[in-house]
């Protein structure tokens, strides 16, 4: 079973903190993505990655960066924390063939609270 | 601009009686539509997909039909079950790139 990790489940940060968010896959999956779900508008793409070092930016980039150094790891990161970025963020990774063939496999999410 | 709307935010349903979750697109390049499941604290679980060739697509309990002239789609759950309490996704894909629906809350009522 793929599994993806996300290291934290819930956070609080401050306005203005940089906030790392780790993610981790085990099924050596070349796509990895990060979403923000907020109710009543679903999921909504951030940044997803094809490759080690290789990023795209999704629907709603500004205010976050991504690292991918490896390719089981990938990481968002909220360069200055603001109260608009409370939201519940997903990690997903899938094989390379991606869309009806490839279903996405999500982490558990992270909770985070900008105050 | 709300490619995919499922404009019910919930639904309730008897258990052992047929649920059906709606959702209406725009975007007429949609390749393939696919229903993701979530439970709370649990991320999206992939359900049931079905080529835009097609008009319907059956796994055991769950049947998904498209209209494509209506650009309509419906999730069916025979019979529903306490388990399928979840909010559930409908998603088009176009060119790899997918659009999310809101979802629609599910609760099946012993």
């Known amino acids: 079973d793929v599994k993806v990790t996300q290291s934290s489940r819930y956070l609080v940060k401050r306005t203005g903190e940089k906030v790392f968010l780790e993610c981790v896959q085990d099924m050596d999956h070349e796509n990895m993505f990060w979403y923000r779900q907020d109710p009543g508008l679903g999921l909504r793409l951030i940044y997803f990655s094809y490759d080690v070092k290789m990023k795209e930016k999704g629907d709603i980039p500004e205010g976050y960066s991504v690292s991918r150094e490896k390719k089981e790891r990938f990481s968002l990161i909220l360069e200055s924390a603001s109260t608009n970025q409370t939201s519940m963020y997903l990690c997903?990774?899938?094989?390379?063939?991606?869309?009806?063939?490839?279903?996405?496999?999500f982490g558990n999410g992270t909770r985070l609270t900008v105050t | 601009d709300q490619q995919v709307k499922q404009n019910s935010p919930s639904l309730s349903v008897q258990e052992g009686r047929i649920s059906i979750l709606n959702c209406d697109y725009t975007n007429s390049m949609f390749d393939y539509f696919l229903w993701y499941k979530k439970y709370p604290a649990e991320g999206p679980t992939f359900l049931i997909s079905i080529s835009s060739i097609k008009d319907k697509n059956e796994d055991g309990r769950f049947t998904v039909f498209l209209n494509k002239s209506a650009k309509h789609l419906s999730l069916h759950i025979v019979p529903s079950q306490p388990g399928d309490s979840a909010v559930y996704f409908c998603v088009g894909d176009s060119n790899y790139q997918l659009i999310w629906g809101a979802g629609t809350k599910l609760i099946i009522k012993p």
């Open positions: 997903a990774s899938s094989s390379k063939v991606w869309g009806y063939n490839s279903p996405l496999h």
